[in-house]
């Protein structure tokens, strides 16, 4: 019976993405791990699934929404910004206020991309503690995306934004133009990346195969390009622990 995996995360290239998708697919495969697509659901609804074998999720709903699912590990980002399992977000405005500080931004519009994102929302909130996200800025909205916060900043419905570095990267790759007008003023401290993560249900057997295939991925020559592609690499057995950090 196949289990459940998807990468909805940093799924900037679709072609990217689903080439990345199906060299796991092989790499389970080989370990007697069959897989298939998640059909189109919530992403909160798709982490919950009973079946699910290998999905990306935020720090922060992992810590707060779902208590009862295992973590895999963390992959390591080739992007500016991260170490190791580490990444951080950068404080994006337009290219006119380019000078200014985060303090400058009082009193201005946010736009954020949910409010259970740790890069996008949680990293706001613990910058400008103890003052409320709400309190501080004029208004804060939520654009349902990096990609479209960044928009919104751009096109002036928003003055500051806060986005994930890897999402960064990889829209100066595919997406260059977006970025046009816009400048980073500020990197936030860093913290453990985007979890992986598998269901309550999957053994530790499965977990374990899960953990070596992934090894693999990272390690293995064989599957440079696909890892290159979405700025992967390396990864590392992780587990909850390492999160609660983000709660603080």
């Excluded at 699910?52 to 935020?58: D, E, G, H, P, V």
């Excluded at 009862?68 to 980002?77: E, L, R, S």
């Excluded at 046009?180 to 990197?187: H, K, S, T, W």
Aim: one cysteine or more.
């Amino acid at each position: 019976m196949s289990k459940l995996m998807a990468f909805p995360m940093y799924d900037v290239n679709r072609a990217d993405t689903d080439a990345l998708w199906r060299t796991i697919q092989s790499l389970l495969l080989a370990r007697g791990i069959t897989v298939a697509a998640s059909p189109e659901q919530d992403l909160l609804t798709l982490w919950q699934q009973p079946d699910l074998a290998l999905s990306q999720t935020c720090g922060y709903p992992l810590m707060t929404t779902l208590p009862d699912v295992q973590v895999v590990g963390c992959f390591h980002y080739a992007a500016p910004g991260c170490e190791g399992i580490h990444y951080r977000s950068f404080l994006v405005v337009r290219e006119e206020d380019k000078h200014r500080t985060l303090a400058d931004f009082r009193g201005r519009r946010a736009v954020c991309n949910s409010p259970d994102s740790q890069s996008g929302y949680n990293v706001l909130r613990k910058k400008i503690a103890p003052a409320a996200v709400n309190d501080y800025f004029s208004s804060v909205t939520f654009s349902g995306s990096h990609r479209q916060s960044l928009v919104d900043v751009g096109r002036g419905a928003g003055d500051i934004a806060a986005i994930d570095c890897v999402t960064y990267a990889l829209l100066q790759r595919h997406e260059p133009a977006l970025l046009a007008g816009l400048a980073v003023i500020e990197r936030t401290p860093l913290t453990p990346g985007l979890p992986l993560i598998t269901a309550r249900q999957t053994s530790p057997a499965t977990l374990q195969a899960i953990r070596d295939a992934l090894n693999e991925l990272v390690n293995n020559p064989e599957y440079r390009e696909e890892c290159s592609a979405v700025l992967i690499g390396g990864f590392s057995e992780v587990t909850r622990q390492a999160y609660y950090q983000l709660l603080d």
